[in-house]
């Protein structure tokens, strides 16, 4: 059974970096996009950033692009989301999200896999 752990989270100044991890198992990651979504109090989960199984392709939601990068370790199973110039308005539970179907990666309804989330607070 596939299992996703993230770590990495805290609270930050705004204009601060962060970097999370997820760390894959019991699957072959390299088979598996990945992504990165948020949740933020009493609104809906969002696409944030993806990434292809070998890391050719990412992508991004307008609001982070040019901010945050996602890449990938195949070797450790790992995927990463550094996040740069940060906003209060990303506080919010960041979620790893792992799929094999071919789609489109900003649909949460395309990952089955997900970890517990960690806690990212961007304070101003």
């Known amino acids: 059974q596939v299992q996703l752990v993230e770590s990495g989270g805290g609270l930050v100044q705004a204009g601060g970096s962060l970097r999370l991890s997820c760390a894959f198992s019991g699957g072959t990651f390299s088979l598996f996009g990945m992504a990165w979504f948020r949740q933020a109090p009493e609104k809906k989960r969002e696409f944030v950033a993806a990434?292809?199984?070998?890391?050719?392709?990412?992508y991004y939601s307008d609001s982070v692009k040019g901010r945050f990068t996602v890449s990938r370790d195949n070797a450790e199973n790992t995927v990463f989301l550094q996040m740069n110039t940060l906003k209060p308005e990303d506080t919010a539970i960041y979620y790893c999200?792992?799929?094999?179907?071919?789609?489109?990666?900003?649909?949460?309804?395309?990952?089955?896999?997900w970890g517990q989330g960690t806690q990212v607070t961007v304070s101003s």
């Open positions: 999200a792992a799929k094999w179907t071919i789609g489109s990666y900003d649909v949460k309804e395309q990952y089955r896999y």
């Open positions: 990434i292809t199984r070998q890391g050719a392709s990412t």
